[in-house]
């Protein structure tokens, strides 16, 4: 959600702040600003909008000064517009702030403020954070001794950044609870500070992650962490591996274009190292699975939102079906409010390509407060979905930008298919020809993902017969029904078509009566145990008029009989058919999105990690 940026040192601060918060547009936002000391004093400019618009303002009022802070908004209290944009001023003008989260008990704590005669210029949450720490300044307290000092005053997850003309040589950040992560740079005589690695990645690669309940205090040349109780910690430094330009979109017009046809080499990325192909025996170290682990669990949840949770359900089908392990699937929005029985003898499998979802983070929360063995997927190195939980997977995506996620779809279900084969040699479910026999599978792989990446022209011509509708529905059964969620998903959200995804034997219980004339129904059909039950519901669907796209195998004859279009996969076995079934509708999604005019990297209403409920 909300980008934060911050720079302290000998370099002019607006250029650093605003090439950063370009490189976090694809977290989602409404509006942007931000603000430098300059000769003493806090100047901020602000602005409604993309950034484009605070970039122009800019231009015509030049912001002059080595320190500052940056930020774009996605809204929760008060809409877009220029007055509720960050960064907030304190009354006294002698405090500044930009705040990721959402203050919890703000409304109590604004009507006291007013009470006592603060008059407020925006409708935000945050703009009552700054009015408590100004008031700690009048009092003569420091500005990081204000910022712990409010921070025990506020309910909620935040992320808080501040800078004080009275303390021009310092920036301090807080992060509590699960909030948007911050990162601190280490520099060379200077410091910087963002929501997410690509913000700061062109100007160093030595990070520090903030814990929760932790405080950072940068000055040009020092970075100093304190924790909660305010003792001062060695916060680990990461040297992070990948650069800067794998952040940008090269030749492709949109970085959601060039994720997915980075999917070869990311799923290659995510097999090498981890599986002898001559034995067939996968290695995940950082999984910290032992055979008295894979013996001892009786069950696993797998947690997650939006596509990692439609990623979870393609996995259950793995793991079930080579480790016989009971695996439950949990929307992480729920998992805690559901009062959820785990216990030593549950694995709680978290996956968040962010590894800062603040639901997926809640959810492993309550999984080791109730003594389950946790364990993550996460795309980004370093995340606190990866730190807190007792072992992890890393997707080996690179980063992803566009808001709707391609490649950290992809890459996961290869993680939980090695995780099963590891599971299943463990607990004893599978005979070594077998394990061998899906690593070679396995081998494979990314070859017949960039097949089906060959065959976008044809994707091109089914988006021109879809790109007018304005409902779809998706059908899938077995290991392919949550690639009809994940279909339909991607569908709305960036092409904003209302799309539904369900399982194909439930057509007839329901979603049936929706269908009509014209109506397109995208049905996932490819030979597998479950092929004869999807001809028949393809079959009813062309009964009642409907339009049917066909995701179907080379060479199935009765489908190119019965389909209006068919989008083409190579054979492919079934275990590992979701991810090439997946991306012929992540390119029909983009494709479709592309006709109807849509920003496809930035989708409405949306953001690429959303820390807040």
Known sequence: MCGIVGYIGGQAATPIILNGLHRLEYRGYDSAG????QNGTITVRREAGKLERLQTLVRAQPLQGNTGIGHTRWATHGEPTQRNAHPHLGPRQRVVLVHNGIVENFLE???ALQAQGAHFQSETDSEVV?????AQLEAGVALAAAMRSTMAQLRGANALVAMCADEPDKIVAVRMGNSGGIVLGLGQDEMFLASDIPAILEHTRQMIFLEPGCMAVLERSSCTVSDSAGAIIQAPVHAITYDAAAAEKG?????????????????????????????GRVQLPDLNLTPELARRAKRMVITGCGTAAHAGMVGKLMIESLARLPVEVSIASEFRYTDPIVDRDTIVLAISQSGETADTLAAIAEAATRGAVVWSIVNAIGSQAMRVAHGHITMQSGPEIGVASTKAFTTPLVDLYMLAMLLGDLRGTLPAAQRLALAQDLARLPDLAGSVLDREPQVQAVAQALQHTSHCMYLGRGINMPIAYEGALKLKEISYIHAEGYPAGEMKHGPIALVEPGLPVI??????????KMLSQVEQVRARGGMVVAVATDGDERMAQLADHVLWIPP?????????????????AYHVALLRGCDVDQPRNLAKSVTVE
Request: negative net charge; aromatic residues 8%; charged residues 15%.
């Open 109 to 111: 704590l604004r009507t």
């Open 251 to 279: 030749n492709y017009a949109h970085f959601m274009q060039k994720e997915i046809h980075e999917q070869v080499h990311a799923l290659t990325n995510t097999i090498i190292g981890r599986v002898d192909f001559t034995s």
């Open 523 to 532: 049905c996932i059909a490819v030979r597998d145990q479950w092929h004869e």
């Open 572 to 588: 492919v076995p079934w275990l590992l058919s979701p991810v090439l079934t997946a991306i012929p509708l992540q390119l029909l």
């Open 130 to 134: 700054v009015h408590l720490i100004e």
């Open 34 to 37: 931000l603000a430098v000391l």
